[in-house]
């Protein structure tokens, strides 16, 4: 689902969608990450702290599969979190930026890991071949 690469060189590989690893990759400045979602490639760098979440339904008569309907990657740059927003249920994308701490439905999360930041942090966006 994602790769990270750390300021010292080290490259980590993140989980899939239903078990991220988020929460078990180690505690270092984080250089870039880039994530694959459908069929593009994200990849964000630069930025003060990076964050994502993967929403999910639970539906009672299949109560052992949930469905994810999304997925939020998150990067703060000076007290705002840029949001790239990948919606499974309308097969939309989208970007939205609010104020830290207003992440997730205007309240904030947990599980931020801090980016070596640069003066022009940016994000680039792919198209892979199938």
């Not at 593009?40 to 760098?45: A, M």
């Not at 979440?53 to 998150?74: G, H, S, W, Y």
Request: aromatic share 14%; with cysteine; hydrophobic share 35%.
């Amino acid at each position: 689902m994602y790769t990270v690469t750390f300021e010292d060189g080290q490259v980590w590989q993140g989980g899939d969608m239903n078990n991220s690893g988020w929460n078990t990759m180690p505690i270092k400045l984080i250089k870039s990450i880039a994530y694959t979602v459908g069929q593009y490639k994200l990849t964000l760098e630069g930025y003060e702290a990076y964050n994502h979440l993967i929403e999910r339904v639970q539906f009672v008569l299949n109560a052992n599969k949930p469905k994810i309907t999304k997925i939020i990657l998150m990067a703060l740059k000076d007290g705002m979190v840029q949001k790239y927003i990948f919606n499974f249920t309308t097969g939309k994308s989208e970007f939205e930026m609010v104020g830290f701490g207003q992440e997730y439905y205007n309240k904030p999360t947990t599980g931020w890991h801090e980016g070596e930041r640069l003066d022009y942090p940016h994000c680039n966006i792919e198209r892979l071949e199938n």
